[in-house]
């Protein structure tokens, strides 16, 4: 039986369509039970939908706490029993209670050579502070924003003409290599957590995880 995930998004879900695309392809072996929003334009609603997957929304406002709010997205969450939850652009801050619930199950990715520049406007930040490389990062989550276990990196140059939008884009390309890439690892059993750190193959990976390069499998 494959892996079964649930997706959560707030935007566009560029990696939620990479994930599709590889998961209908045969590239990439789970099954995609439900995708959910917290906003109900979000167009990853619309791409989930085109592929069959059925969509929930729920929106934080409708709630009065931070914990009320994950409390109902964990009883949404739990429908589908899934093996993992992909934070895959989801705009909110999680309690250290619902990521508790899903330590060693829950994966996210960060526009950032992580630990550098956790939270928002990476791109920008990068330039600013002259950053030679810049790239993005697929960690476990964890309570701490943008601190948990990294599991691979993708790289790219910063170059003098780069914009904080042209550094975006090169960004996102790379995010389309490495998240279909760590959901197959965690498919395939390859990727294990245990008391906070990241291991591939039974292999401890340092903080920075792996660096990705083409060949890598």
């Known amino acids: 039986m494959k892996p079964a995930v649930v997706v959560l998004i707030s935007g566009s879900g560029s990696n939620l369509q990479a994930l599709i695309d590889q998961s209908l392809c045969g590239a990439l072996d789970i099954e995609i039970k439900a995708v959910i929003s917290n906003k109900a334009d979000a167009y990853g609603l619309e791409r989930a939908k085109n592929a069959g997957i059925p969509t929930h929304f729920i929106s934080h406002k409708d709630f009065d706490s931070r914990e009320s709010f994950d409390g109902a997205l964990k009883f949404l969450i739990e429908q589908y029993t899934p093996n993992l939850v992909v934070l895959a652009g989801f705009m909110r801050i999680l309690t250290e209670e619902f990521t508790r619930s899903y330590e060693g199950k829950m994966l996210n990715i960060h526009p950032s050579l992580l630990p550098k520049f956790k939270g928002l406007d990476t791109h920008k930040r990068a330039i600013e502070a002259g950053?030679?490389?810049?790239?993005?990062?697929?960690?476990?989550?964890?309570?701490?924003?943008?601190?948990?276990?990294?599991?691979?990196?993708?790289?790219?140059?910063?170059?003098?003409?780069?914009?904080?939008?042209?550094?975006?884009?090169?960004?996102?390309?790379?995010?389309?290599?490495?998240y279909p890439?760590?959901?197959?690892?965690?498919?395939?059993?390859?990727?294990?957590?245990?008391?906070?750190?990241?291991?591939?193959?039974?292999?401890?990976?340092?903080?920075?995880?792996?660096?990705?390069?083409?060949?890598?499998?």
Do not use: C, M
């Not at 245990?194 to 499998?217: C, M, R, S």
């Open 131 to 178: 950053e030679s490389e810049h790239g993005v990062s697929v960690h476990f989550v964890s309570a701490e924003l943008d601190a948990g276990a990294v599991i691979i990196q993708a790289r790219t140059n910063v170059e003098t003409h780069d914009t904080p939008e042209s550094l975006a884009k090169k960004v996102h390309a790379l995010e389309h290599k490495i």
């Open 181 to 217: 890439l760590s959901v197959s690892w965690f498919a395939q059993k390859r990727i294990t957590y245990n008391a906070g750190k990241a291991f591939l193959d039974n292999i401890e990976l340092p903080e920075t995880g792996v660096t990705y390069h083409t060949d890598l499998k």
